[in-house]
């Protein structure tokens, strides 16, 4: 062929430029380009081979290598796949955006499965100039006497185009990189890009290091034999080069092994899996060496390809602390982590990955097109992980109560996000009694409709709230166990799904049960008296007070809190507005000091208004009330603790 030169087919002039600065976000992702267009010469060749129309030799071995040189500052891209014909190379690379795969499955379309062809858009080959001054091509194609071409680029739009003399099939890319991009000639920069990008790939990668290469055959042919001799034990003489000889004859060099797994476990069907492989993968790809609860695997072949598994990790973290990492993949090369439009959101908090080469994947194949298919695919998702949970809850309760406290978040982060999970899924939420038990919400109002019907009780710290969970136990009376910082919104979300049905925080309001029977008009008086005694004693102008008589004698004070007005102060803090003053949203104004009336220190200020000691009680008993709801501030407790030594004092005298 005689030498040919010309330009670059461009549709428009400024594209090149573009291509090179801003084609993909990240500039490692040349690497993942051309390695896959290695993947896709390799797949065609085996497909050609399966329909007849190749024949390769006995021994064949498909591979890709990625050879580095950090001082030519070259990074090399070799495959043995099908290779290009000079007409090819002038339809494929000359032309941008014309994407060899695209026209392979034209041709094929009615005889091979296009799922295993990486490339669609034609432009990943020219990611090589985001890191490249100049590109070289060096390609010899399977058919029956092709000749070998060479392709030379140096950045513009101009190239040039030869004969070449490369006698095998397939491949070779040599990239020249610009002072900015020599990183990627270093031996670990590109094993840490291989890993992240091509871990997975179908094909065996290799990568080497041209440089080690050539110092080792220098040392090899330099090397002058230097004979000692050695004198045994038993005076017999050996020389080192003999002993170094048979020892050399002796051990085997090791067999390179590829950087990839070409047959992740997504891959394979489930019931071809053991429990430890799913472990192994675990470990290996997300670095957790705590064991996973459990996972779902996800194989799916109509109406669309997908494969994957979810993993739900073992959380020791607040609920707002959990960052999960759903990798995605199109054909075992690596996507990007964490898609929303495909992952449903509340998937995020897990751990696994999806492999789905239907994907609609725009150019840079970094995002997702906006397709309806992929909608059908996140609700794909989400139903099979609905249907483990539900299936589990049925069909292993006891497994699915042991996991619960640690997959709660999951599901009713999902609950609140997607209606469709949330009708799945109602069935199926528990909740921790004070007995330690897992009940359902039906089951929790059926067992209390007599005594708080439509009402359920809830526990967000049992230290704190030790005081009013032992009033809930004496009485018969059972409360849910919500801890999570989820469970505020979660349960404003079944309160309006469940008509008539109220969440009450345990200390939001004394129930009846707690109470003797008395008309309002008899502690009115007592109420007065005590709520001027107690704001003047504190100095709180705003001070709630409410006077019971409570069954518990031994019971003094109690705080509660209104359930509405603390909610709402959950929901600022939660928003990070607790820095403004909390006066403006009328904190404090939801807590009412209950006294007992048949408490006999509550009787004492009832009958020595004027005493010695009457105030020094009003502000123990607040205290006391504030110290059985909630920590008390530094201030406080510093107060508390001189008044508690003062009472002491006084008792002692």
């Excluded at 390179?256 to 797994?261: A, Q, T």
């Excluded at 964490?338 to 080469?357: A, T, W, Y």
């Excluded at 967000?460 to 505020?488: C, P, R, W």
């Excluded at 008086?525 to 504190?538: R, S």
């Amino acid at each position: 062929m005689a030498n040919k030169q010309g330009s670059l087919s461009i549709n428009s002039e400024n594209i090149f430029p573009i291509i090179k600065k801003w084609l993909y976000s990240d500039h490692d992702i040349f690497i993942r380009e051309l390695v896959s267009n290695g993947c896709d010469a390799v797949t065609k060749l085996k497909k050609l081979d399966m329909m007849g129309e190749f024949t390769p030799s006995d021994d064949e071995t498909y591979r890709i290598d990625v050879v580095v040189s950090p001082e030519n500052k070259t990074i090399k891209f070799i495959d043995n796949g099908l290779g290009m014909t000079a007409e090819e190379v002038d339809e494929y690379i000359c032309q941008i955006a014309f994407s060899g795969a695209e026209a392979f499955l034209a041709k094929y379309k009615d005889k091979t499965n296009e799922d295993q062809i990486i490339g669609h858009f034609g432009l990943g080959f020219y990611s090589a100039f985001m890191v490249a001054d100049k590109v070289t091509i060096e390609t010899l194609s399977y058919k029956d006497g092709a000749k070998a071409v060479f392709w030379e680029c140096d950045g513009g739009t101009e190239y040039t185009m030869e004969d070449s003399e490369k006698t095998t099939r397939g491949t070779e890319i040599t990239l020249y990189l610009n002072e900015e991009s020599t990183e990627f000639s270093n031996e670990y920069r590109a094993r840490e890009v291989l890993n992240k990008y091509c871990s997975f790939m179908p094909v065996e990668i290799y990568l080497s290091n041209a440089d080690e290469v050539e110092e080792e055959l220098e040392f090899d042919g330099d090397t002058k034999e230097e004979t000692v001799e050695v004198v045994n034990e038993d005076g017999s003489s050996a020389t080192d080069t003999e002993e170094q000889d048979a020892e050399a004859e002796t051990k085997e060099p090791e067999a390179p092994k590829p950087i990839n797994d070409t047959t992740p476990l997504w891959t394979k069907h489930p019931n071809d899996c053991t429990e430890e492989e799913y472990k192994e993968f675990y470990r290996k790809v997300f670095m957790d060496f705590k064991e996973p609860l459990f996972w779902i695997h996800l194989n799916m072949d109509y109406p669309f390809n997908l494969k994957g598994i979810l993993y739900f990790p073992k959380i020791n973290t607040e609920y707002d602390s959990i960052e999960g990492t759903i990798k995605l993949y199109n054909n075992q090369v690596f996507i990007a982590d964490n898609i929303k439009e495909v992952i449903p959101e509340f998937l995020l908090l897990l751990k696994g990955v999806i492999d789905c080469p239907d994907l609609p994947l725009n150019v840079s194949r970094s995002a997702l097109q906006n397709d309806g298919f992929v909608k059908k695919i996140s609700d794909y998702i989400t139903k099979k992980v609905a249907d483990k949970l539900s299936g589990m809850c049925k069909t292993d309760k006891e497994s699915y109560e042991k996991y619960w406290d640690d997959i709660a978040p999951f599901i009713k982060f999902g609950c609140l996000k997607d209606d469709k999970f949330n009708d799945k899924m109602k069935d199926y939420i528990l909740f921790k009694n004070l007995e330690g038990n897992y009940i359902t919400l039906p089951e929790y109002l059926e067992a209390g409709k007599e005594k708080y019907e439509n009402k359920v009780f809830y526990v967000t710290n049992e230290q704190e709230q030790s005081q009013y969970i032992n009033l809930f136990k004496e009485e018969g009376m059972d409360a849910v166990l919500l801890t999570h910082n989820i469970d505020t919104p979660f349960i404003t979300h079944l309160e309006s799904r469940n008509n008539d049905v109220k969440f009450l925080r345990i200390d939001a309001d004394l129930s009846d049960n707690f109470k003797e029977e008395v008309s309002e008009e008899e502690l009115k008086e007592t109420t007065d008296t005590l709520t001027e005694l107690f704001k003047k004693a504190l100095n709180k102008e705003n001070l709630n007070v409410r006077v019971e008589k409570l069954k518990n004698a031994d019971i003094s004070s109690m705080i509660t809190s209104s359930e509405e007005g603390r909610r709402m102060q959950e929901m600022m803090k939660m928003y990070g507005m607790m820095g403004m003053d909390p006066a403006m949203f009328g904190a404090g104004a939801n807590e009412t000091l209950v006294l007992n009336a048949n408490n006999n220190l509550v009787q004492y200020v009832l009958n020595n208004p004027e005493g010695e000691n009457t105030s020094l009680i009003c502000e123990q008993l607040y205290d006391l009330a504030q110290l059985a709801n909630h920590p008390l501030k530094a201030e406080d407790m510093t107060k508390f603790i001189a008044r508690s030594n003062q009472i002491l004092s006084i008792i002692t005298k």
